[in-house]
């Protein structure tokens, strides 16, 4: 905990409080102390932006994953011939690495290809403008959804068969069924699955960087892209770290709203016991 977390974690605060750059890295340790300066100057420097576009882009992506990774979960819940291939099929965005998908979508999104051909807008601009940050939302819910499937399969599958029974007994269609039965079964696990796959979203870096490349266009320039570009391209060490302080504190804020309810409902269900 200490070697791997705090001491790296110590280390990155420390170097966002003073000026760390090109000409004082060779003496980082001697680097001139600014305190707050750095966080004051990354709201000046585009932070603000990047995560509104970090937020937004992350919470539609979860929330286009959820119908479809419900739906392929309750498709594949119950045996038929080919489920095997199906399931495996699903699973095809989630084991690609992301630099593939990225590579792959990069030129199906050219203005020469195959989606433009598809809709027929042929030179229209996926990569750049106002219609990258479609294309990211776009690429993102095609590789995360089976996350939020496989989380969803995993709890149909802890659901107990006697409560299907009492439903088939009591004469329940299949609607009420899926919306009083299978649903409040799914709750814990896919306001989880919810958490970590926007977690994910608001971190991803490999996707953004090999679809548009670095500096990203100013619709996509996420939070992880940012810091990225501050760092090593503008060499400017110190700020990034601050902007990645600031990531990490609005990251952190939902982990433990999450972590405070379930604790909550731990004493709950103690306490009714």
């Not at 302080?245 to 731990?266: G, N, T």
Request: proline share 6%; with cysteine; aromatic share 12%.
């Amino acid at each position: 905990m200490i070697l791997v977390i705090l001491l790296p974690l110590g280390l990155a605060g420390w170097i966002s409080t003073i000026d760390l750059d090109q000409y004082t890295l060779r003496r980082w340790v001697q680097a001139p102390f600014i305190g707050l300066g750095n966080y004051t100057e990354s709201l000046g420097s585009g932070l603000l932006h990047s995560i509104w576009i970090s937020v937004s882009f992350a919470v539609l992506s979860t929330l286009a994953t959820i119908p479809i990774g419900i739906a392929a979960a309750l498709v594949t819940q119950n045996a038929y011939r080919g489920r095997a291939l199906v399931r495996a099929v699903f699973l095809i965005p989630y084991v690609l690495p992301s630099f593939v998908v990225a590579t792959v979508w990069r030129t199906m999104l050219q203005p020469d290809g195959v989606v433009n051909n598809w809709l027929g807008a042929d030179g229209s601009l996926w990569l750049s403008g106002p219609r990258s940050y479609w294309a990211l939302i776009l690429v993102e819910i095609w590789a995360a959804w089976p996350f939020i499937y496989l989380m969803a399969l995993a709890a149909l599958q802890s659901v107990d068969h006697e409560v299907h029974e009492a439903s088939a007994v009591d004469g329940a269609t299949w609607w009420p069924k899926l919306t009083r039965v299978v649903l409040p079964y799914l709750r814990g696990p896919v306001l989880l699955a919810c958490l970590l796959a926007t977690l994910n979203h608001i971190n991803n870096f490999t996707l953004p960087f090999v679809l548009f490349g670095a500096p990203a266009p100013d619709d996509v320039n996420v939070m992880p892209m940012l810091v990225y570009v501050t760092s090593f391209q503008s060499l400017r060490f110190g700020l990034s770290a601050a902007m990645a302080v600031v990531s990490l504190i609005i990251i952190a804020i939902p982990l433990f709203a999450y972590l405070r309810a379930v604790r909550l409902d731990v004493h709950e269900e103690g306490g009714r016991r």
